[in-house]
């Protein structure tokens, strides 16, 4: 029973109000991947690089007992890369550059002995791409499905496609409002719901999430955090933290999925503290509960007697 997740696998160039890095290690499926393994072991990563993919980035992702073997290593190829600017309110993001590299031929590939996974996590790539993954899983069991604009723009069939199939969708909420047309998110998510998914989360930033199912709404918060230094990827670990607590717990009830999602609130929080994957790679299972137990602080309130 393992968790298998397939997405980018990136070098990206993010400038901050803060400061600004190039080259570090980023993708989908790698802030996936590292959010899970805290809960999930392993996690099986289905990705592609070039050949100039810095070693010690693999490194990085075996020591947190990620499964590598279908993440395919182009000769001659570069990795896939992603520039992003942020402005002072971090919520705004523009991204500079996209330079697909080893991803404009990738052909996804999940080696026999993985094809069983039960728990799949479809991290942000095309939707045609993933796909190609789901196609590949035998009876899968509980499958969590990440996009953003770009595809909704650009590919909005193939996602119309795959969400049918799909048990989660998460997106945010401009990506709900562009995907419906719909200005209000109420309205949005059943329209959502209507295409497929039986459970929407629409992550909004540092507002926290909404959870949609057939008969709850559920209103997550965000962590109340003074500092943030780099938004990439929170969307990505909230999906990890989500999918891997799923899979570790093994329990899709109700009030299970309404601690999923404050374990990948949580895990989105400690993403965003450092720059780059650094705030998801050393932690103790002990922070992330006592991380967890504030969440449930800071949103609970008694009824007046
Ligand atoms: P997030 O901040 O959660 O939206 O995720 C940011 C990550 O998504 C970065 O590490 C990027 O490398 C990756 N990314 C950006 N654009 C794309 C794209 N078009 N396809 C796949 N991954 C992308």
Same mark, same amino acid.
């Given at each position: 029973?393992?968790?298998? @997740?397939?997405?980018?696998?990136?070098?990206d160039t993010v400038e901050t109000?803060?400061?600004k890095i190039?080259?570090a290690?980023g993708?989908?499926?790698?802030?996936?991947?590292?959010?899970?393994?805290?809960?999930?072991?392993?996690?099986?990563?289905?990705?592609?690089?070039?050949?100039?993919?810095?070693?010690?980035?693999?490194?990085?992702?075996?020591?947190?007992?990620?499964?590598?073997?279908?993440?395919?290593?182009?000769?001659?190829?570069?990795? %896939?890369?992603?520039g992003g600017?942020y402005?002072?309110?971090?919520?705004?993001?523009?991204?500079?550059?996209?330079?697909?590299?080893?991803?404009?031929?990738?052909?996804?590939?999940?080696?026999?002995?993985?094809?069983?996974?039960?728990?799949?996590?479809?991290?942000?790539?095309?939707?045609?791409?993933?796909?190609? @993954?789901?196609?590949?899983?035998?009876?899968?069991?509980?499958?969590?499905?990440?996009?953003?604009?770009?595809?909704?723009?650009?590919?909005?069939?193939?996602?119309?496609?795959?969400?049918?199939?799909?048990?989660? %969708?998460?997106?945010?909420?401009?990506?709900?409002?562009?995907?419906?047309?719909?200005?209000?998110?109420?309205?949005?998510?059943?329209?959502?719901?209507?295409?497929?998914?039986?459970?929407?989360?629409?992550?909004?930033?540092?507002?926290?999430?909404?959870?949609?199912?057939?008969?709850?709404?559920?209103?997550?918060?965000?962590?109340?955090?003074?500092?943030?230094?780099d938004?990439t990827?929170?969307?990505?670990? %909230?999906?990890?933290?989500?999918?891997?607590?799923?899979?570790?717990?093994?329990?899709?009830?109700?009030?299970?999925?309404?601690?999923?999602?404050?374990?990948?609130?949580?895990?989105?929080?400690?993403? @965003?503290?450092?720059f780059s994957?650094?705030?998801?790679?050393?932690?103790?299972?002990?922070?992330?509960?006592?991380? %967890?137990?504030?969440?449930?602080?800071?949103?609970?309130?008694?009824?007046?007697?």
């Open positions: 029973m393992s968790l298998l @997740v397939v997405g980018s696998v990136a070098l109000p803060f400061d190039e080259d290690l993708g989908s499926a790698t802030y996936i991947s590292l959010a899970a393994s805290y809960f999930s072991n392993p996690v099986i990563l289905i990705g592609v690089v070039g050949s100039d993919f810095p070693k010690q980035y693999i490194e990085l992702l075996e020591q947190h007992n990620i499964e590598l073997e279908g993440l395919q290593i182009v000769d001659g190829e570069k990795t %896939f890369r992603w600017k402005h002072y309110d971090l919520n705004v993001r523009d991204t500079l550059f996209t330079e697909l590299n080893a991803f404009q031929n990738f052909n996804p590939v999940i080696p026999e002995k993985f094809r069983k996974s039960k728990y799949v996590c479809l991290g942000n790539i095309g939707p045609d791409l993933q796909i190609k @993954v789901l196609d590949q899983i035998i009876d899968p069991q509980f499958v969590v499905c990440d996009t953003m604009n770009l595809w909704i723009n650009i590919m909005k069939q193939d996602l119309l496609n795959l969400i049918k199939r799909v048990d989660v %969708f998460i997106l945010n909420d401009s990506e709900a409002r562009l995907l419906t047309e719909e200005p209000n998110l109420i309205k949005a998510a059943k329209i959502i719901r209507e295409m497929g998914p039986k459970i929407l989360i629409i992550k909004k930033g540092e507002h926290g999430a909404l959870l949609f199912t057939e008969d709850t709404i559920f209103s997550a918060p965000a962590y109340p955090m003074e500092m943030i230094f938004p990827g929170a969307g990505d670990s %909230f999906a990890g933290g989500f999918t891997g607590y799923l899979h570790q717990t093994r329990d899709l009830s109700p009030e299970n999925i309404k601690r999923a999602v404050i374990f990948g609130s949580t895990m989105a929080s400690f993403c @965003v503290e450092k994957t650094k705030g998801l790679e050393d932690l103790s299972y002990l922070q992330i509960q006592d991380r %967890f137990r504030e969440f449930k602080k800071i949103s609970h309130f008694d009824e007046s007697d």
